[in-house]
């Protein structure tokens, strides 16, 4: 295996453990993935394994603007009315920036389609891997969402553990996919690259996610428009839609598999009857890819077949618009969440306009914003906002855009350097796919450039910022769109004068990097051991052994003396202990740090009563009722 393979293998194998892994959302997961990224740079720099060697202007200006971005961020701990939050959401940032940093500094000319490969091959795998759990579902797992959040069994969500995140996440394999069904130089890899798209395209109908079918339009569309080899994406295309449709068609006729219960011996039957089906559909997209690409690989169309098809493409796109009724599906957008009352409900949310309340949440991002335009309420700010501001009775964190997220938490200064960041990557990715000479490069840049387009589509309607998984996808695609794997040959890459730089700046850029890394290291530690202690202590309260409950809380208080939840577990062992005197101190310290949470002050109501303070009871009850006056909770103080 040479070299070009192993960065294709080590891509896939790391894109597809992050979205393994529930896609790395939760604190433990990202920050042991922020310190291995953050440690990878730093050794990589210290046994030269990468070259410091200054980037192309396109990475240093979105580098550039996302440090600032991270900075600004941090900042943000001194106006946010939760420093936790804030510091966890810099924390984010950073590690975000790390994955950018990475494919800058590792990606070379050489390599860049090998990067695409191995983003395509591990995103590929989760999704055939989800879609086994559903086919296969007394041997796979059906993960956590079942369990926390039963109205959404239906919907496929494992491993990613979220099922408009995993839909999402493997729309965007859809143009790297499409660049491989083009491009390599063996027909059977052609073959597989495009078989694969109808068990993808089964994967994506069973999350029922409207985002994941708009992100693979998005993305696909995207590349047969930037794609220097058009009819044979084109022929692919229409292969993978032909394959889809059939796999899609045997998933149709499967009620029990798709609707629920799982477990029964009717949905097992279904299953495996629908594997074979649906791997015959892959198989026979694959096989006419392959061949046709073999047989007819030489035949060039003439343009002015090309303008009939375009006509003809437009025609029935604006005939479809038309039949949409695109106003009134913007008027249902805009609409509260209805409640399907229905035994299909895959294919009745999929055909369905409401925007599932994403209307409310941008409206609220937008109120918060104008409250604050400049620098926003601090980062990590939009769930307390939507708690008390919120129209609709729905539990949310963030407001399912990263943009109009970002205006309201960060104002008018973090947008514009988050915009600025995310926007480099489109106009870096253009120039250089305008000036790009060999049909390769040309490939490579359509594809990665359709993909990114499509990842901040998919930023703009869900927290695809917040799901890492679908993050570092797109901050690897910036970092190869604007860093030197992409760059053209008639860009300096300065690799020259990089080696002719007196080994005393060499010496000085890479301390400074070491010292920037342990310290972003240290930053990366310090929620992971607090959280780490927090659940010690959890579990030592569940164990009942409510002295190394403390212990554990106390260490939790230790690490993070700023943040709130070590308080409010310090509150809730102490109110097991029954000392309610050391419980009342504690919750109160924990308001003092996130004064802005409900949780808090509902607890402290909770304490309150315990002792016997009723006025102070009801006072805190009803700051926690104007804090979350929607909640069912609160029903009967409404």
């Known amino acids: 295996m040479n070299h070009r393979s192993l960065v294709a293998l080590a891509v896939a194998v790391a894109v597809f453990w992050i979205g393994y892994d529930g896609g790395s959302y939760s604190l433990e997961s990202r920050a042991l993935l922020a310190i291995a990224t953050l440690w990878a740079i730093l050794l990589a720099i210290a046994v030269g394994l990468w070259p410091v060697v200054r980037p192309p202007l396109a990475a240093l200006v979105a580098g550039g603007l996302l440090l600032a971005f991270s900075l600004f961020t941090g900042l943000s701990i001194a106006w946010a009315s939760s420093a936790e939050r804030a510091f966890v959401e810099a924390n984010r940032v950073v590690l975000l920036a790390a994955v950018f940093a990475v494919a800058v500094l590792a990606g070379t000319r050489g390599n860049a389609g090998r990067w695409l490969d191995g983003l395509a091959l591990g995103i590929a795998s989760i999704g055939v891997l989800a879609l086994a759990s559903r086919l296969f579902p007394e041997t796979l797992p059906a993960g956590a969402v079942p369990d926390f959040l039963p109205g959404a069994v239906t919907r496929l969500s494992w491993p990613v553990e979220y099922w408009n995140g995993l839909a999402i996440l493997v729309a965007l394999a859809v143009p790297l996919l499409l660049r491989v069904g083009v491009g390599a130089t063996h027909p059977a890899w052609r073959g597989l690259a495009v078989g694969v798209l109808p068990a993808l395209a089964s994967t994506l109908y069973l999350t029922s996610s409207r985002g994941g079918f708009a992100t693979a339009l998005v993305g696909g569309l995207g590349f047969l428009l930037l794609t220097p080899r058009r009819w044979p994406a084109a022929a692919g295309t229409a292969l993978a839609l032909a394959g889809s449709a059939g796999a899609l068609a045997v998933l149709l006729a499967r009620d029990e598999l798709v609707n629920l219960p799982f477990s029964s011996p009717e949905a097992a039957a279904q299953g495996r009857s629908a594997a074979l089906l649906i791997l015959g559909a892959c198989a026979a997209t694959g096989l006419a890819h392959g061949l046709g690409s073999r047989l007819l690989g030489g035949v060039r169309m003439p343009r002015a077949a090309g303008w009939v098809v375009t006509a003809a493409v437009a025609v029935a796109v604006l005939a479809g618009i038309v039949a949409a009724d695109p106003v009134r599906r913007f008027d249902e957008f805009r609409e509260p969440p209805p409640v399907y009352e229905t035994d299909d409900f895959v294919s009745a949310h999929l055909l369905s306009g409401s925007g599932s309340g994403r209307w409310q949440f941008w409206e609220a991002a937008v109120d918060q914003w104008r409250e604050r335009p400049l620098a926003g309420h601090g980062a990590g700010s939009y769930e307390a906002w939507w708690a008390q501001h919120g129209s609709i009775p729905y539990f949310v964190r963030d407001a399912h855009s990263l943009y109009l997220e970002t205006l309201g938490e960060l104002g008018l200064v973090g947008f514009l350097l988050l915009a600025g960041a995310v926007a480099t990557g489109v106009v870096a990715g253009g120039r250089r796919l305008l000036a790009a000479g060999l049909e390769e490069e040309r490939l490579v840049l359509a594809a990665a450039l359709a993909a990114y387009v499509a990842f901040l589509v998919a930023a703009g309607i869900d927290w695809m910022w917040e799901l890492t998984a679908v993050a570092v996808v797109g901050l690897l695609l910036l970092g190869l769109l604007t860093g030197p794997a992409t760059a053209t040959r008639a860009s300096p890459l300065h690799a020259a004068r990089g080696s002719e730089r007196r080994p005393a700046r060499r010496l000085a850029v890479g301390v400074a990097a070491i010292v920037a890394g342990w310290l972003l290291i240290s930053l990366q530690v310090l929620p992971l051991l607090t959280q780490l202690a927090l659940q010690e202590s959890q579990q030592a309260v569940r164990a009942d052994d409510p002295a190394g409950a403390l212990e554990h809380a106390l260490d939790a208080r230790q690490l993070q003396p700023w943040a709130a939840s070590p308080y409010l577990q310090l509150a809730l062992v102490h109110e097991v202990r029954g000392d309610l005197p050391a419980a009342s101190v504690a919750i109160e310290e924990a308001i003092e740090r996130d004064p802005e949470n409900w949780r808090m002050w ?35 103080e409404n």
């Not at 909770?606 to 009850?621: F, P």
């Open 602 to 636: 509902l607890v402290a109501a909770r304490i309150e009563t315990s002792s016997g303070r009723i006025a102070e009871a009801r006072s805190r009850l009803a700051r926690a009722v104007e804090l979350n006056p929607r909640s069912p909770l609160f029903a009967s």
